[in-house]
């Protein structure tokens, strides 16, 4: 497309540059969202604009804010912007679109369920390194859904990229399949859980994290200019939401830290955790991993990779009721539910989900067996996760649209 267009596919109004990212939107905290696009060229006045709907309780007219964006230079073509939307406050609506000086985006609009409301999350993981597979899988959400349907959300627990640092990766893997598949990126904000692809494993400096950079915790925009943040010092990849009826807690399986354990145990501890109807938790590698490549499994160390999920914080989401754990790392689904433990106070159930089925090379071979997975898929796959007010329902399906799994809890 070359600067004298004026509009493709209705999504985007050109006039001497392009857009070559649509935005891309994180749940950032319970009332913000982080927002990332990019352009091909520098952008002057780049800025996010938003708007929300009048509430039930408030049927006057909504404020408009105008959040001017962060830049960052990635390399002579590809220029990238953020910025954070809210507070949204009790808005049922949110709506935005990012402009600069000669151009804009579509209006895209972002729906807010009450905890009563149903609630639709698109689980998917592990789609790196195959996109034709990832756009298939794709493909079969959307029939799933069903035409002029959105999830409100997509949890991705991780490795969305198998090469963080090249920047074709991030387009070839993961913009270009969502958005081909009907851009559920732009509406259903993602929470998104660190692989160990989408990342430096060290979290140091300039370690490629160019566009999943949603810095939990800093709440302004201001803030993403701190200097910890542009010279790649501030991470934290550990976070909680509340989505309908459920709480969700989000960690770094990669990088375990005295912190991370603290902000873990202190949110299972929580109110909000504790008072939700279904309380889960997700990270990238399992607790329980039962396929994997043999060598690298045995003589590389990758056995040891999750070793502190699994004996850290797996005895904390028994003693604290948490009720499904989910997760990827594993390239094929597996499911098992157990009985907790007698350290917590309801003697209940306890769901484990591997979910690495979106795209990525298949892992075939057995290196363990933990006795505890009831059903297991070797082939790719997605799940629509749907909350509504007492009841949860998990359906898995693969490329075909089959049903390979499914259960429900009902409180």
Known sequence: MNSTVLGLMDDWVIISHRFQKLPMVFEHGQEHYYIVWETSKPANESSLEWWTDATSSDRQSSAYYVVEAQYKMLDKSHHRYSAILGPVGLASKVHYRCTTSTASTKEYTIARRSKTELTRILVISDNQNEDDIFR???????????????????????????????????????????EDAGGYQHRSPMIFVSGNHDHDKARTPDNWNVYADMYQGIMTTEGL????????????????????????ISLDAECPSAEQSAFLERELQSEAFQSARFRIVTMHIAPYIEFWDPYTWNEKGEKHWGEHVRLEYDPLFRQYNVDLVISGHQHNYQRGTVQ????????????????????????????????????????????????????????????????????????
């Open 225 to 248: 200019g701190a200097p910890e943040v542009v010279n790649g010092k501030y991470h934290r990849f550990y976070h909680a939401i509340s989505l309908g009826s459920a709480r969700i």
């Open 136 to 178: 298939q899988v794709l493909t079969a959400a959307q029939h799933h859904y069903g035409r002029g349907i959105v999830p409100d959300a997509i949890l991705h627990a991780g490795d969305s990229v198998q090469h963080a640092e090249r920047l074709e990766d991030w387009k070839n893997q993961l913009f270009s399949p969502l």
């Open 340 to 411: 907790r433990n007698s350290k917590s106070a309801d003697v209940g159930s306890i769901t484990y989900a591997i979910v690495g089925g979106a795209g990525g090379g298949l892992d075939l071979v057995r290196v363990e067996d933990w006795s505890m997975y009831s059903v297991t898929y070797l082939d790719h796959h997605f799940v629509s996760l749907e909350i509504e007010n007492r009841e949860l329902r998990w359906t898995a399906k693969n490329r075909a649209g089959d049903i390979i799994d499914h259960f429900s809890i009902v409180r």
